[in-house]
């Protein structure tokens, strides 16, 4: 999903063409806005014609870099936040969109700092993401796709990308998105990658560049390169070391729900992973995000309340990680938390929200008993955790 295999110079060509066509498109229907915005912001239209074409990155890319001629990157951020806001499509579908964004935005900028300075959270974050992408893979980004960078030259780069001074938030989507990188320059060679990631200097950045390796695994759109068995509803995560075992189990109930288990037939499927049962029950919340963050709350909480115990606690982590990793705030994890049956399960996912967003994103007790109020009104259990 997130990066597709880059073309040759031929198709770079006939993509340039496409966006010709495009542009043009977007200036047609574009009349009821005003012409400074119609000449460089995009339309939706024009940004899913570049989702599904065969090379939408270079075609992103190519959209994205005429806008940011004219308009910020945050302009061009919370375009994709107004579209988004209409369109289930695009709320579904965006990250890779802002991953344009931030290729391009590294592209004027030249660092990951000015980069970063530019970005916002905006659909997972992935302008930030985007950016490291194009810092490891350099401004020839299409025209040298048959020379991929060595394992040591990947090392050395993946050594210096990211600044350990800057905040945990800054810090994570960094190196999550240099995992994204990384397995896109090795080939999608995972024991490559990982190995890359392994050259980190502590437990902390190496399972945050995993993170990104094995999401990239799971969502690249080039079938034939994911690491994954037909039959095998666990693999690659149990045929790896240890040390890796945990991430990859946080991402692989996208596969298993690929290969067609339902919700039930997961959680089963994560009781056979042993002390990664609670990493495979979070991957599922995770999943289950995105049809809480499309309005069906009730659905994701029923689906979770199928687990007991701390399986079922580790599912709605997963789903209110998932919300706040893609708002920075609680605008989506506070409905979900109330939308669960029991007043148990409330207190659980308002806690581990709020200490989400204290730890990681610095909301103080006022700022969250703001966001009790507008996200989850009447809520006196939100009230309370904020106050904690």
Not at 17 to 39: I, R
Not at 98 to 112: D, F, M, P, Q, S
Request: with cysteine.
């Amino acid at each position: 999903m997130f990066f597709c295999q880059f073309s040759y110079r031929l198709v770079l060509f006939l993509s340039a063409a496409l966006f010709l066509f495009l542009v043009n498109d977007t200036l047609a229907q574009g009349s009821k806005q005003s012409k400074s915005v119609a000449s460089a912001l995009p339309t939706a239209e024009a940004i899913k014609a570049c989702m599904n074409a065969e090379h939408s990155a270079e075609c992103l890319d190519l959209l994205f870099r005429d806008a940011l001629k004219t308009h910020s990157t945050l302009e061009a951020l919370e375009l994709i936040q107004t579209l988004e806001a209409t369109d289930t499509d695009l709320r579904r579908d965006c990250h890779p969109v802002v991953h344009a964004i931030g290729r391009e935005t590294y592209l004027l900028k030249g660092n990951i700092h000015d980069s970063f300075s530019a970005c916002d959270q905006t659909c997972h974050s992935g302008c930030y993401h985007g950016s490291v992408e194009r810092f490891l893979r350099g401004d020839a980004l299409y025209e040298m796709t048959d020379q991929h960078p060595s394992q040591r030259e990947l090392k050395q780069k993946a050594t210096i990308a990211c600044d350990p001074k800057i905040a945990l938030r800054f810090q994570y989507q960094c190196l999550h998105g240099l995992g994204h990188a990384i397995m896109f320059f090795a080939s999608y060679n995972l024991t490559n990658s990982l190995d890359v990631c392994d050259a980190l200097q502590d437990d902390w950045n190496r399972n945050s560049c995993y993170g990104g390796v094995f999401m990239e695994n799971v969502f690249n759109s080039i079938n034939e390169k994911k690491n994954f068995s037909p039959t095998d509803y666990h693999a690659p995560c149990n045929k790896i070391d240890a040390k890796y075992r945990r991430e990859c189990y946080v991402m692989q109930t996208s596969r298993m729900t690929e290969m067609g288990l339902s919700a039930e037939r997961i959680f089963e499927e994560c009781e056979k992973s042993g002390e990664f049962r609670e990493a495979c029950a979070q991957s599922l919340g995770r999943d289950l995000s995105n049809e809480s963050r499309l309005g069906d709350r009730r659905t994701a909480a029923k689906k979770c309340e199928l687990a007991a115990g701390e399986t079922r606690r580790a599912c709605v982590r997963g789903v209110v990680y998932a919300l706040v990793d893609n708002t920075w705030d609680g605008r989506y994890a506070l409905p979900f938390c109330a939308a669960l049956s029991s007043a148990t399960d409330q207190d659980d996912c308002f806690k581990e929200t709020q200490e989400y967003l204290r730890g990681y994103f610095e909301k103080t007790a006022r700022d969250l008993s703001e966001e009790c109020s507008r996200h989850a009104p009447g809520s006196d259990r939100c009230l309370r955790s904020a106050a904690r």
